[in-house]
Each structure stands twice: as structure tokens, then as C-alpha cells.
């Protein structure tokens, strides 16, 4: 199973906009549109909150987006706000045999 | 409203079998595909296993051969058999499913499984 790299931690001001890295290779995010986002509080279960890329459930603020470059996915949050500093991980699905990767993780403190 | 909660969880030693439990309400475990997920102390998300809704299986290598997903219809209600247990199998057990797309649209609040002698 191939391995995601994420920076281990970002940060920013309230109301500034910060960009969060998913590095994979050509043959996983290179390759596919399976890529998910997901928000972690510490001691909470995660939350997804994008999918497909750049796809945000429903109820998931637009402060939050998702892109992708070749072999890298990003997540994007604008107008930062305190309630924003947790930990963050990208995510894709491989369907040979199925299974999915997670990122190392990225903490997100809010200055 | 969909609710997922975990339970089972404990401290077991090296090489003990443990069952953990994810009993769902507001859905049916079998309407769509079903993942435990896991998260050792102080690190990252893992991927354990996942069940489809037409029954199929599939695991992580770290996890094969030791761990069975299975399911209860009739009680509504996620398995994870774990064998043969390792001190790195020490982590906060998520059961999740999938419904928007290959993703984890919805977590239980995880149970602690803690191996060691």
C-alpha cells in the first residue's frame, strides 16, 4: 500500500487562508479521483469533509476546498477561524484488491 | 438519525483474541459497505478491513490472516474478530460506513483496545 505525505503541521492567523498537502505518487492520487479529506478533533472521531477531490458534503462549510496537481491533493481553508485548529488527513481508495491509505496527518494551529 | 457505536474494547495480552462490536441504528449494516479504521496512541489513521454490502471482505496485510469482519443483520450490528493479537494492534478501534462515494461519511466514537502484558 502506497504512503501519502502530508506536512506534519500548518499554520495561520484568523482570516488568513492556509493550503494543506497530500504528496502521492502517478500510480495513487496521480491516477485517481478518490481523494478524501477528513477533520479530526483530538479525542473525536474524524468528519469528511471533502470527497472526490474537490465534492463537500452537505453542512461542510465552503470555507473548505479540495484540489488536485498531478500527484498531489490539496485541502484549502479560507477565512480561518479558531474552530478550524485539528488534525487533518487525506485519504484515497485503491479497487485492486480495495483498500485505502490514509496521510501521515497535518495539525492545524490557528495563531 | 444515523448512530454508530462501538464497544469491546479492552486490554487483552500478546497473543489474546478479542471481539469488538459496532451496533448501528438509523440505517441497515447491510444497505451499504461497512470499515473499521484505526488509530494508535499519538498517531495517524489506519485502514483495517471493510465489508460490502453483498458480503465481500477485504483486509489490511498488517491485519490478515488475524482479524474477520463480519455482520449480524438480524442484530444490526458490525464484528471485528481480532486473533493472535500484537502489541501494535494498541489503538482506538472506529467502525465507519460509506454511503456518499468510496468514503467515511459516518464514525462511531471508537473503542480502546490495549495490547499488553
Known amino acids: 500500500q502506497s504512503a501519502l505525505t502530508q506536512p506534519a503541521s500548518v499554520s495561520g492567523s484568523p482570516g488568513q487562508s492556509i493550503t494543506i498537502s497530500c504528496t502521492g505518487t502517478?500510480?495513487?492520487?496521480?491516477?485517481?479521483?478518490?481523494v478524501s479529506w477528513y477533520q479530526q478533533y483530538p479525542g473525536k472521531a474524524p468528519k469528511l469533509m471533502i470527497y472526490d477531490v474537490l465534492q463537500r458534503p452537505s453542512g461542510v462549510s465552503n470555507r473548505f476546498s479540495g484540489s488536485k496537481s498531478g500527484n498531489t491533493a490539496s485541502l484549502t481553508i479560507s477565512g480561518l477561524q479558531a474552530e478550524d485548529e485539528a488534525d487533518y488527513y487525506c485519504?484515497?481508495?485503491?479497487?485492486?484488491?480495495?483498500?485505502?491509505?490514509f496521510g501521515g496527518g497535518t495539525k492545524l494551529t490557528v495563531l | 438519525e444515523v448512530q454508530l457505536v462501538e464497544s469491546g474494547g479492552g486490554l487483552i495480552q500478546p497473543g489474546g483474541s478479542l471481539r469488538l462490536f459496532c451496533a448501528v441504528s438509523g440505517f441497515t449494516v447491510s444497505s451499504t459497505f461497512m470499515s473499521w479504521v484505526r488509530q494508535a496512541p499519538g498517531k495517524g489513521l489506519e485502514w483495517v478491513s471493510v465489508m460490502y454490502s453483498g458480503g465481500s471482505t477485504y483486509y489490511a496485510d498488517s491485519v490478515k490472516g488475524r482479524f474477520t469482519i463480519s455482520r449480524d443483520n438480524s442484530k444490526n450490528t458490525l464484528y471485528l474478530q481480532m486473533n493472535s493479537l500484537r502489541a501494535e494492534d494498541t489503538a482506538v478501534y472506529y467502525c465507519?460506513?460509506?454511503?456518499?462515494?468510496?468514503?467515511?461519511?459516518?464514525w462511531g466514537q471508537g473503542t480502546l483496545v490495549t495490547v499488553s502484558s
Open positions: 502517478s500510480s495513487d492520487i496521480g491516477n485517481v479521483y478518490f
Open positions: 485519504s484515497i481508495y485503491n479497487d485492486r484488491p480495495p483498500s485505502w491509505v
Open positions: 465507519a460506513r460509506g454511503v456518499t462515494a468510496l468514503v467515511f461519511d459516518d
